[in-house]
């Protein structure tokens, strides 16, 4: 190609450049007055928000063809299936049958229809999980599943949970681990990561691991995956033991008042946030005359009481020593 060619294509791409951007341009800004445009579902159209006009009128509805009213009329007449999710072994794209044993119109099956049944779910149930990789990552899929229930964890959780068993077992760090450890390892560094956070005693309570494995696979799991999980906050801790003990706003605040001056003083160092977390409630409760003992406070936080009387008098410590400043 000669350099005259080459610069009459140049040119060439040039002019499209400018003329698809010219394009993007008009229509995302109105050609008469510069103004914004915004779609109009209603009455399908395109309209000029400053001055009324109709860039584009007739257009193409996506929606549905039907409406509904409230949430179970949706559920109804919705032909399509739940979206793609992480937190099922096959994300959600294979077929379930029922257990109820009835046709679509509600009507009982007869026996030999009932054995047909049986026999398709039992086969459904061996395709869905065809080899022993699927088997393990619907095991442990389940079983976060479980212990998010039971801690009371967000879906988001949940999900960033599943994302990090995958990629252990994309990464074959499993050999060696039980599947119970490393799930229970990726539900609580995925815990973290959210800033909705569950002590290692909370979570090994609902876990069927021991403490120890717990820590041992987490510290693992998060070296090899190379997770930026940044250092407990005891603030995360405080709104749930507010909501276990039903105090009120003014005492969460007070209880992060008191965990602010205690940064400042450098008591965070070296302690427990849920220690941290739990005699600030405690203390703040004090503070804002509300009845609390320090019993029902241990039972919220799992946490001896011992702990909370230590770190209460250092809350209150710090939170002299800043009062001055």
């Not at 997770?227 to 003014?250: I, Q």
């Given at each position: 190609m000669t350099d005259t060619s080459i610069r009459t294509y140049t040119n060439e791409r040039e002019t499209e450049t400018e003329e698809e951007t010219a394009v993007s341009d008009e229509q995302e800004h109105c050609p008469e007055c510069g103004g914004r445009l915004v779609s109009d579902d209603e009455h399908a159209e395109t309209v000029c928000t400053d001055c009324g006009l109709v860039v584009e009128e007739d257009e193409i509805d996506?929606?549905?063809?039907?409406?509904?009213?409230?949430?179970?009329?949706?559920?109804?007449?919705?032909?399509?299936?739940?979206?793609?999710?992480?937190?099922?072994?096959d994300q959600?794209?294979?077929?379930?049958?029922?257990?109820q044993d009835k046709d679509a119109y509600g009507r009982s099956l007869s026996s030999r229809q009932r054995q047909k049944m049986q026999r398709l779910r039992t086969w459904n149930e061996r395709f869905r999980t065809r080899d022993s990789k699927e088997r393990n990552l619907k095991q442990a899929l389940g079983e976060i599943d479980r212990m998010a229930s039971a801690l009371g964890l967000p879906e988001n959780v949940r999900e960033t949970a599943s994302v990090i068993y995958r990629r252990a077992l994309e990464e074959d760090l499993l050999p060696g681990r039980s599947i119970e450890g490393v799930a229970t390892a990726s539900l609580y560094a995925a815990a973290r990561q959210a800033g909705t956070p569950r002590s290692l005693d909370e979570i090994s309570a609902v876990?069927?691991?021991?403490?120890?494995?717990?820590?041992?696979?987490?510290?693992?799991?998060?070296?090899?995956?190379?997770?930026e999980v940044k250092p407990a906050d005891p603030e995360h801790y405080v709104p749930r033991f507010?909501?276990?003990?039903?105090?009120?706003?003014?005492?969460?605040?007070?209880?992060?008042?008191?965990?602010?001056?205690?940064r400042q003083e450098g008591v965070h160092s070296g302690k427990s946030p849920v220690g941290l977390a739990a005699a600030s409630v405690y203390a703040a409760a004090l503070?804002?005359?509300?009845?609390?003992?320090?019993?029902?406070?241990s039972d919220v936080a799992s946490i001896s009481e011992v702990t909370i009387r230590n770190r209460y008098k250092e809350l209150l410590e710090a939170s002299d020593t800043a009062a001055p400043a």
């Amino acid at each position: 190609m000669t350099d005259t060619s080459i610069r009459t294509y140049t040119n060439e791409r040039e002019t499209e450049t400018e003329e698809e951007t010219a394009v993007s341009d008009e229509q995302e800004h109105c050609p008469e007055c510069g103004g914004r445009l915004v779609s109009d579902d209603e009455h399908a159209e395109t309209v000029c928000t400053d001055c009324g006009l109709v860039v584009e009128e007739d257009e193409i509805d996506r929606g549905p063809e039907w409406r509904a009213f409230d949430a179970a009329e949706k559920d109804e007449k919705s032909r399509v299936g739940a979206p793609t999710t992480n937190m099922m072994h096959d994300q959600g794209l294979s077929t379930n049958i029922g257990w109820q044993d009835k046709d679509a119109y509600g009507r009982s099956l007869s026996s030999r229809q009932r054995q047909k049944m049986q026999r398709l779910r039992t086969w459904n149930e061996r395709f869905r999980t065809r080899d022993s990789k699927e088997r393990n990552l619907k095991q442990a899929l389940g079983e976060i599943d479980r212990m998010a229930s039971a801690l009371g964890l967000p879906e988001n959780v949940r999900e960033t949970a599943s994302v990090i068993y995958r990629r252990a077992l994309e990464e074959d760090l499993l050999p060696g681990r039980s599947i119970e450890g490393v799930a229970t390892a990726s539900l609580y560094a995925a815990a973290r990561q959210a800033g909705t956070p569950r002590s290692l005693d909370e979570i090994s309570a609902v876990s069927r691991v021991e403490k120890m494995e717990l820590t041992r696979t987490y510290r693992y799991i998060i070296r090899e995956l190379g997770l930026e999980v940044k250092p407990a906050d005891p603030e995360h801790y405080v709104p749930r033991f507010v909501s276990d003990l039903d105090l009120s706003d003014e005492t969460e605040r007070m209880a992060r008042e008191l965990l602010e001056s205690a940064r400042q003083e450098g008591v965070h160092s070296g302690k427990s946030p849920v220690g941290l977390a739990a005699a600030s409630v405690y203390a703040a409760a004090l503070l804002t005359n509300e009845k609390v003992t320090q019993n029902e406070v241990s039972d919220v936080a799992s946490i001896s009481e011992v702990t909370i009387r230590n770190r209460y008098k250092e809350l209150l410590e710090a939170s002299d020593t800043a009062a001055p400043a």
